[in-house]
């Protein structure tokens, strides 16, 4: 067993090698592993809450102080005991996208007043169960959607999805852009807006929100471009200027994935927003996902096979992409970390699940220290987007979680 001092791109005070085995959360994931057994997924209250605070504490510093509303991005990470974490924190609310979520978030303490409500494509099941939720905010993504909602009745306030057609995601990822040059089905673009505003008029609907999402998992480097989106998006602010209240920015702030990452740098990016909202009397709303939990949890694997195969070492793993979407669907790596960092020379390997399907990697050619059949093996930045969008594929869809405090 190493006691080796060598300093990871991923290593902090909660996630290090300790005599040699890593800790997580102020455990020892090997033990974790041993106890409860393999694949699971571990959250860490103490980072999850951290991250929350960090964020406040951006936003409060350059000086929104009460101009603010920091929004849960649900499809995230559902799992009941973060989310009621989360609640019991008072620093967040919920954006929700489905009436399933928005049930789930009430069952875990949260009013409906506390949930942002924006998806596409609702069936009319969708819209009568939404408006049963008195207080929601109801974020309108098209003109269908502002027509079946006003037929409900009643009036009242509304946002409006606008799609500016631009998009941004870490390293210019197309995969991760919800705007941009291809016309895609989310929001209201600006040849709609004017008739959206109209038709809203229409059924008594008074859009007090703009709305948008336009990519994920963007750092420092894309922070300019983002505040192109922001600027852009203002044409569509001023069109409802007699009205809106709130701009909501989403979420798709991002955490590091490899080595070469930087964290997002917060002092810069909420400056941005400082820069262009400070003359407008609008409060903003923020929609985080993975910024909060992706760097907050892991999935603890065990290793099932080592082989060479032709020029190629291969670690088979007891689970597969479809608990751990993101580098398969999204080439978002899960950096491999050995529970135990043994001795001796690294070695080049590349890390496969045990799905029969050949886009089930989770990450290639990478050094570690030397595995062995049944040792535990980590994925760090699991926390956001596994589970959630975990299935059954080979009827392998078997995990645990756990919530670590």
Same mark, same amino acid.
């Given at each position: 067993?190493?006691?080796?001092?060598?300093?990871? *791109? *991923?290593?902090?005070?909660?996630?290090?090698?300790?005599?040699?085995?890593?800790?997580?959360?102020?455990?020892?994931?090997?033990?974790?592993?041993?106890?409860?057994?393999?694949?699971?997924?571990?959250?860490?209250?103490?980072?999850?809450?951290?991250?929350?605070?960090?964020? !406040?504490?951006?936003?409060?510093?350059?000086?929104?102080?009460?101009?603010?509303?920091?929004?849960?991005?649900?499809?995230?990470?559902?799992?009941?005991?973060? @989310?009621?974490?989360?609640?019991?924190?008072?620093?967040?609310?919920?954006?929700?996208?489905?009436?399933?979520?928005?049930?789930?978030?009430?069952?875990?303490?949260?009013?409906?007043?506390?949930?942002?409500?924006?998806?596409?494509?609702?069936?009319?099941?969708?819209?009568?169960?939404? !408006?049963?939720?008195?207080?929601?905010?109801?974020?309108?993504?098209?003109?269908?959607?502002?027509?079946? *909602?006003?037929?409900?009745?009643?009036?009242?306030?509304?946002?409006?999805?606008?799609?500016?057609?631009?998009?941004?995601?870490?390293?210019?990822?197309?995969?991760?852009?919800?705007?941009?040059?291809?016309?895609?089905?989310?929001?209201?673009?600006?040849?709609?807006?004017?008739?959206?505003?109209?038709?809203?008029?229409?059924?008594?609907?008074?859009?007090?929100?703009?709305?948008?999402?336009?990519?994920?998992?963007? @750092?420092?480097?894309?922070?300019? !471009? *983002?505040?192109?989106?922001?600027?852009?998006?203002?044409?569509?602010?001023?069109?409802?200027?007699?009205?809106?209240?709130?701009?909501?920015?989403?979420?798709?702030?991002?955490?590091?994935?490899?080595?070469?990452?930087?964290?997002?740098?917060?002092?810069?990016?909420?400056?941005?927003?400082?820069?262009?909202?400070? !003359?407008?009397?609008?409060?903003?709303?923020?929609?985080?996902?993975?910024?909060?939990?992706?760097?907050?949890?892991?999935?603890?694997?065990?290793?099932?096979?080592?082989?060479?195969?032709?020029?190629?070492?291969?670690?088979?793993?007891?689970?597969?992409?479809?608990?751990? @979407?993101?580098?398969?669907?999204?080439?978002?790596?899960?950096?491999?970390?050995?529970?135990?960092?043994?001795?001796?020379?690294?070695?080049?390997?590349?890390?496969?699940?045990?799905?029969?399907?050949?886009?089930?990697?989770?990450?290639?050619?990478?050094?570690?220290?030397?595995?062995?059949?049944?040792?535990? @093996?980590?994925?760090?930045?699991?926390?956001?987007?596994?589970?959630?969008?975990?299935?059954?594929?080979?009827?392998?869809?078997?995990?645990?979680?756990?919530?670590?405090?």
């Amino acid at each position: 067993m190493s006691d080796t001092s060598e300093s990871y *791109w *991923w290593q902090r005070d909660d996630l290090k090698y300790q005599a040699g085995k890593l800790n997580f959360a102020g455990h020892d994931v090997d033990g974790l592993a041993k106890m409860h057994g393999t694949p699971s997924f571990f959250y860490s209250a103490e980072r999850l809450t951290a991250n929350v605070q960090r964020l !406040h504490a951006a936003l409060q510093k350059a000086g929104l102080k009460n101009r603010y509303r920091i929004l849960f991005a649900m499809k995230a990470n559902r799992f009941p005991p973060l @989310l009621t974490l989360l609640k019991l924190t008072g620093l967040v609310g919920i954006d929700a996208c489905s009436p399933n979520e928005v049930e789930q978030a009430i069952s875990c303490g949260f009013r409906p007043q506390d949930i942002s409500f924006t998806n596409t494509s609702l069936s009319r099941n969708d819209y009568e169960r939404l !408006h049963q939720f008195e207080g929601i905010s109801m974020n309108c993504d098209s003109l269908t959607c502002i027509r079946k *909602w006003g037929a409900m009745g009643g009036g009242g306030n509304i946002g409006l999805r606008i799609n500016p057609s631009i998009g941004l995601g870490r390293a210019d990822n197309a995969k991760l852009q919800y705007a941009g040059e291809e016309t895609t089905k989310f929001g209201i673009y600006r040849e709609q807006f004017i008739e959206a505003i109209e038709l809203a008029k229409s059924y008594g609907l008074k859009v007090t929100k703009i709305h948008f999402h336009t990519g994920c998992g963007y @750092l420092t480097p894309q922070l300019d !471009h *983002w505040e192109n989106i922001i600027q852009t998006c203002m044409w569509f602010v001023d069109q409802v200027a007699d009205t809106v209240q709130v701009v909501n920015v989403g979420g798709g702030l991002g955490v590091p994935h490899v080595a070469n990452d930087s964290p997002l740098d917060l002092d810069k990016w909420a400056s941005v927003l400082v820069s262009n909202f400070k !003359h407008r009397n609008i409060s903003i709303e923020i929609e985080p996902g993975d910024y909060l939990v992706k760097d907050s949890g892991i999935l603890l694997l065990k290793v099932n096979t080592v082989e060479v195969k032709r020029d190629k070492t291969f670690v088979g793993v007891d689970a597969g992409f479809n608990i751990a @979407l993101e580098p398969a669907v999204y080439g978002l790596p899960f950096q491999p970390v050995p529970g135990v960092e043994r001795d001796g020379e690294k070695v080049t390997v590349t890390i496969a699940g045990h799905i029969n399907e050949a886009l089930d990697i989770f990450y290639r050619d990478v050094e570690l220290s030397p595995l062995e059949d049944e040792d535990v @093996l980590v994925l760090i930045n699991a926390g956001a987007y596994s589970t959630s969008m975990a299935s059954n594929h080979c009827m392998r869809g078997e995990f645990k979680e756990f919530l670590l405090y």
